[in-house]
């Protein structure tokens, strides 16, 4: 059978997955310590050691990857290098892990960053159902905010790297808040988990908190999803999240502008239904999120009110490993 392999490392773990030639998802995925703080080489050992027990697994022993699909949660550039280990161990800072990878496994292999391969099997899914787009751009919400641009069916790659829309500036008023990246006011300063800690934050020094997110904004910014998803949420964590939103929608309007997309995708943690949630509370949360979004969108050109705004379709919990793959599908193929 043929088969391509797609793998998400990360500080912690690297995922390994199987895709068909037709682009379905072979078996189940593993997952595997990534040893990335020893560095490089020791995750491909990881990797080499991991594949022929997953072959083996789903009964394809007899023939390798046709070609390897990888991800890493750093700054990319088109040729592989993995630019600024941000995310990952301080020893990765430019290797260029595609050809280490290639020469590892003896298979053609492609790097992405790991926000553009979740983009990428988004998209994938999409196109096989026809609700893809030329123009597309995708925030994946987590403990920072991802993004990432497909034009053509392609990730939109310059010189450097690809697109970091989480640093898209957001805020520029007095509250604005220092950013991972150095700058001040990034979108992932808001529209995040360590956005949602920095608000809650501000409302506590102003003493504009319930009790139930009072102490370390950290632990109280994990509640608020969950809080969020109740028949009816506090006044205090609707506008909390009406902020997040603000900012998604405040970078989008920036980028729609920027690179006139026509499809607008959010996915990731702020997804995801908590265990405790009826489905009509869980769909309000998600409505009202792309109301608020849609609602900065529509502050500027009216052309921007066609842009769909939508939610991630594709279902699977970690899509990055198979975005991967699929990406070296296309690479081989198209
Ligand atoms: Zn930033």
Redesign the pocket.
């Known amino acids: 059978m043929q088969h391509f392999l797609g793998v998400d490392i990360g500080a912690s773990t690297v995922k390994l997955g199987l895709i068909d030639a037709d682009g379905a998802i072979v078996g189940s995925r593993h997952d595997y310590d990534s040893e990335a703080s020893g560095g490089p080489q020791a995750t491909m050992r990881v990797i080499a050691d991991a594949l022929p027990r997953l072959l083996d697994e789903n009964g394809i022993s007899d023939a390798p990857p046709i070609a390897v699909g990888a991800c890493s949660p750093t700054p990319v550039s088109a040729d592989g290098l993995c630019v600024y280990p941000t995310n990952i161990d301080a020893s990765w800072e430019g290797v260029n892990v595609k050809e280490l990878l290639s020469e590892t496994l003896d298979v053609p292999a492609y790097l992405l960053n790991d926000g553009d391969a979740a983009a990428y099997r988004e998209y994938a899914v999409r196109r096989a159902q026809g609700r893809a787009s030329d123009g597309m751009v995708q925030f994946i919400t987590g403990t920072g905010l991802g993004g990432s641009i497909i034009v053509n069916g392609e990730v939109f790659a310059g010189p450097g790297v690809t697109a970091?829309l989480?640093?898209v500036?957001t805020d520029t008023s007095s509250d604005a808040d220092r950013?991972?990246?150095?700058?001040t006011g990034?979108?992932?300063?808001r529209a995040s988990l360590t956005g949602l800690a920095n608000i809650v934050r501000h409302r506590g020094e102003r003493g504009q908190l319930p009790e139930e997110l009072a102490g370390e904004p950290r632990l109280a910014a994990r509640k608020l999803r969950a809080l969020g998803q109740v028949p009816d949420p506090l006044p205090v964590v609707r506008d909390i999240w009406k902020e997040y939103f603000t900012h998604i929608g405040l970078a989008a309007r920036t980028v729609a502008n920027t690179v006139g997309c026509d499809l607008i995708v959010i996915s990731g943690g702020a997804q995801e239904r908590e265990a405790h949630a009826d489905e009509a509370s869980w769909r309000r949360f998600l409505d009202e999120g792309i109301e608020t979004i849609k609602g900065e969108l529509h502050r500027s050109f009216p052309h921007l009110r066609r842009i769909r705004v939508e939610w991630a379709i594709d279902q699977l919990a970690d899509s990055a490993a198979y975005g991967a793959a699929a990406y070296a599908r296309h690479a081989v193929n198209d």
């Open positions: 970091e989480g640093h500036v950013c991972g990246c150095g700058a990034c979108a992932e300063t």
